[in-house]
Each structure stands twice: as structure tokens, then as C-alpha cells.
């Protein structure tokens, strides 16, 4: 991680050097270019483990499901990048085997039940926010609404889906598995967040 501190303070040295921008926003530009390095690397590698598994259908829908409640919903955050950039690939890796292992004989019982937690995970304990960023009352009855949105979306959509088909399909269950992870991630966070504020 040191290396990418170094690239990116090579990057943003140039842009000083070059008056690009001016020497109050060195830091600031810094730290955004580092976030940008590090988030192409970990999308790179995710793109790797995928090409690996030959599982590049389940992990968009995984992301589908994924990324709008982790983003409008907060979760656990790891304490170092390393953490968690490891706990990332392993919930990829984990996710595609899970999908992998029950498509063919998951019953639409364990299916709604997932739908059903993943609901209440969201409703209950939606939002998180972070030690480094605390949400304001206004900004935490937004994520909330929106986050609450966001699951009754994915839930309806896939649920439908399974239901014009008369099965559980691919893209139904890896976007229930992606938003079922946002949601045990915000159930932990939850968890992990009230053991910092006391």
C-alpha cells in the first residue's frame, strides 16, 4: 500500500509542479487519488477471481445487489485497507460458490427467507455510518429511506422474476446474495459501530 502512497503523491506532485492545482489542495488531491488507485486495483483483482471462476453473470448481479445498499447504507468497515480488500475478494469468492452450490436445488422457502432477512437486516439497523464519518440526523433519515427504497426494489424485482418463472434463476438469487451481504454488513457494522460509541 506504501507503493500506491507513492504513486499517488508522484500524481499529485506533477499537478502542483504543472499548476494544475494549487498547493491548498495538494492534500485533498492526495487522498482522492489514492482512493481512485486503490478502488481500480481492487476492481482489477475482483476482475481476475471472476475471469478464474468464469463467473462474470453472477458477480454483476452480485454487485447489483450490493453496491447501491453498501453505498446509501454504510456497513462494517475493516480496519486497514489490507483487511479490507482480502474481506472483499473472500465475500466475491464465497458469494459465487454459495450461488454455485444451490442454484439447482435452493427451495423458494430459503430463498424468501433470505429476502426476508435481508429486509429486516435493512429496516432494522440501516443505516451505519463510521467513526471517521458520522452522519448527521438529516443525512441518516436519508440513507435510511433510501436504503429501504433501494431493498424493497431488489426484493420485488427478483422476487418477481422468480415468480414469472416458476424457479429461482441465476440473476434472481446472485442479486438476493449480493444485497443479503450489504445487509449482514450493515448488521455487523451496526453491531461493531454501538461497541465505539460506548
Known sequence: MLMIKQFAGTITSFLLNENIIENEEQEIYQ???ERILKNLITIFLIGIIVTIFEAWVESLFIAIGFMPLR????GYH?????QCNILTYLIFVLNIIIIRAVIDNISIQVYML?????ILFIFQFAPVDHKNF???NKRTMRAK??????VLILVTTSSSFVYIQGKINLLSLSAMM??????FSIFIGSIKRKGETR
Not at 429511506?145 to 433501494?150: D, E, H
Open 31 to 33: 487522498f482522492g487519488t
Open 71 to 74: 453505498r446509501s447504507a454504510g
Open 78 to 82: 475493516a480496519e486497514t485497507l489490507l
Open 114 to 118: 433470505i429476502c426476508f432477512i435481508t
Open 134 to 136: 458520522v452522519f448527521s
Open 145 to 150: 429511506k433510501v436504503a429501504r427504497i433501494i
Open 178 to 183: 449480493g444485497a443479503f451481504t450489504a445487509s
